[in-house]
């Protein structure tokens, strides 16, 4: 094989590493996800056997496309017995709450409702809460929290606390 051929080559391979790297790094940013942390936990019993979960939580969304909120919920797993979801509570029952219930503490974020748009390349402090039909005594013995959102295109996101 002669010279000019391998030279050719090594052009050849050179151009399409090229455009393979430009597409892999000019779509990055076109790929939704969203990172975040569970902040802070806090409880209300609501009886006997049922108690309000509030979650106030950090989400940052790195990519170039909005998340749009089409779904939350919180999932509880107690200390015993299988995963419990929890009934989603509304934006104005959440307001009703704080303002009425002092033992909850004071409000620190806005509530993350359906609709709710996390703009590109930003980070918002945002709260949820769930009613679950269990006593507070069971929801400060759980093995975990999870917190669940997802995007109307289908991308789904886990939080998880940290204990």
Known sequence: MSKQFWIFLAVGVAVVAIALSVVWFGTASSHLELNGK????????????????????????PSGVPFVVSDVTLKLVPATGPEIDGAPA????????????????????????LQDKIPPNKTLDRMTAARFEIPESQID???????RLQDLDGTVVELKEEK
């Open 90 to 113: 509304s934006r104005t029952d959440i307001d009703s709450v704080f303002q009425d219930e002092k033992l909850i503490g004071p409000r620190f974020n806005d509530v993350l409702t």
């Open 141 to 147: 013995q759980r093995k975990s929290l999870s917190l």
């Open 38 to 61: 569970i902040l802070k936990v806090r409880t209300l019993a609501l009886g006997q056997n049922a108690s309000l979960v509030a979650v106030d939580f950090r989400v940052t969304n």
